[in-house]
Every structure is written in C-alpha cells, then in structure tokens.
C-alpha cells in the first residue's frame, strides 16, 4: 500500500508549530521595533515612513542617527559594559554556587532526587516580584540582617548595604541560581561514573578525577546553564530597579527611561536593537559548539 505524506504531517508539523510560534513572539516585534528605530523622534508617529513615492520613483529613508548617538554617547556604552560586567558575575557566582548543589543532586539516591529537584524548583512557585522584595527587607538598614549583626556585637552601625553593586548582585544570583542548577543537574545525573571509577584505577586522586573527567564532560550543562542565566541577566530590569543604586548602570533600565520617561521610542529601539545583537552573539557560539559536539559523535 503507497503511504501517503501530506507536508504537515509528523516531523514537519513538530517543527512547524514552534516555527510559526517563534515567528509570531519574536521575529515580528523585533521587526516592528527594528523599523521603528530608523525613524525620527520628533515625528508624531513613532513608525515613521521609510518607503515615499514620488514621481513614480519609490526612496527608501533610513535613520542611522539613532546608532551613532548610541556608539556616540558614553552613557550607552557605559550602560552596556556595565549589564555585560554585572551578567558576567552573576554568571560566575551561579557556576561556583550552583555546580556543589547539581553535582550533589546527581550522586544523591535515586529517591531522594525527585525531592532535591522540587527544592531548588520551589522559588518559582512564588510572585518573582515578592521574592526581590523580600531582599528589601533582608538587606535595609533596619532590616533582618543588619539587625542580626548588631545583636550579635558583630557591628556596631547597619551597613548600608541596599542600592548598591552587593545588593544588585546577591539578588540577581539568588534570582537566577536554579536556571544554572537545572541543566547541570540534567547533564551530571547521565554521566557514567564507570568513568570515575577508571581513573580511580589509574591514580587519579578525587581532585584529580572531578577535575579531568567530571568538568570536562559536563562542560554542555556548563555552557547551557551559562547561557540560561547570563542572557537574561543581561537585560534585567526589575532586579536593579528594587535593589540597584545609582552605581549600578544596566541596560534594561536605560530602556524604560527611553520608553516612558523621555519619550524616545527611536532611540529605545535602537538600545534594544543593539542589546539583542549582544545577545545573539553568544547564543550563536552556543550553537557553533553543540553543532561540533553533534559532529564529533
């Protein structure tokens, strides 16, 4: 019997809801918000006209002012290496932190793993917002833990410790741990630990074997954790907003203050151009090395 293969069946129709999904949530507002950063601020209609007729003769019209104000302007590239150098340590302080917890995960028993994954899992069944809040008042100058230090003669004085680099910091580290713990823990609990043991038999100390085997083969949940939690972070808005100070310059405030305070949609949209090209960057090297990784199996 012929078997008959309509073109939206199986695999194809798989890849095509995602597809049109991704077309829809993404690739058309970055359109629209891409056309609207050629267009002049001073316009009353932010989208402006690229295409005029004429004569027959139909122009193209393209603002580039609006980029070199940004390459421009110290402000902007400031901004930028400052939410670059904040994700960055955020990042870092995720890996350090959140490698002990996925690894104890993944040579945890087999019962008690359903358990541990449903604790580092439990923050997101709380308002994201009300747990930054919290930090308020953990980090306030009266707050828990300056109080704590003063009752235990620690300090004399409370720290000022909110709207400040520490503060931004540990709240975007406690926000963003799990998206480091997840994809570690997935890659090190299918790990061979036959592997271990053969190193074990060859004179590897236990340093010796986490370090040459351990790290090495779970370097894709390093990568994919790194990605989770850097992307993001580098376009956080809420987190320095609570808990950031005037030292903690980040892009995606620098965007509201375009949007809603002065007005300027043009300029917005070019920051928010530039800010996605950043992010893509990694996320193409991401890609470039799991293709290797495919290659090479």
């Known amino acids: 019997m012929k078997r008959f293969n309509h073109p939206l069946t199986g695999r194809r129709f798989v890849i095509a809801v995602p597809a049109l999904w991704l077309t829809f949530a993404f690739l058309v507002p970055f359109l629209i918000v891409l056309r609207i950063s ?12 690229l295409l005029t007729m004429a004569d027959g003769v139909m122009t193209l019209k393209v603002k580039l002012s609006n980029y070199l104000f940004i390459l421009q302007d110290d402000l902007y590239v400031l901004t930028y290496l400052s939410s670059l150098k904040f994700a960055a340590i955020n990042t870092a302080l995720c890996l350090v932190i959140g490698y002990p917890f996925a690894y104890f995960m993944a040579r945890a ?7 541990l994954l449903m604790l580092v899992m439990m923050p997101f069944w709380t308002s994201f917002l009300l ?3 919290a930090w308020k008042g953990i980090l306030a100058n009266n707050g828990i833990l300056n109080n704590f230090l ?37 890659n090190l609990v299918k790990m061979d630990v036959r592997f271990l043991e053969a190193a074990a038999d060859l004179g590897a100390t236990p340093f010796q074997a986490f370090w040459r085997v351990t790290v090495p083969l779970s370097k894709s949940g390093i990568i994919a954790g790194s990605m989770l939690v850097f992307i ?7 987190i320095p907003e609570l808990l950031g100070g005037p030292e903690t310059l980040m892009i995606g405030r620098q965007l509201w203050d375009e949007f809603f305070t002065n007005n300027d949609w043009p300029l917005a949209s070019a920051v928010t151009v530039v800010v996605i090209m950043l992010i893509l960057v990694p996320m193409a090297i991401f890609n470039k090395y799991k293709a290797e990784q495919e290659d090479q199996r």
């Open 131 to 133: 747990r930054i809040y």
């Open 150 to 186: 003063i009752a235990i003669g620690a300090i004399g004085e409370p720290l000022h410790l909110m709207n400040t680099p520490f503060s931004l910091i540990i709240g975007m580290t406690y926000a963003y741990l799990p998206f480091m713990i997840l994809p570690l823990y997935a």
């Open 38 to 49: 050629f267009a002049d601020a001073d316009v009353g209609d932010p989208f402006g006209t």
């Open 232 to 238: 993001p972070s580098v376009g956080e808005y809420v």
């Open 109 to 115: 028993r087999p019962a008690i793993r359903p358990v």
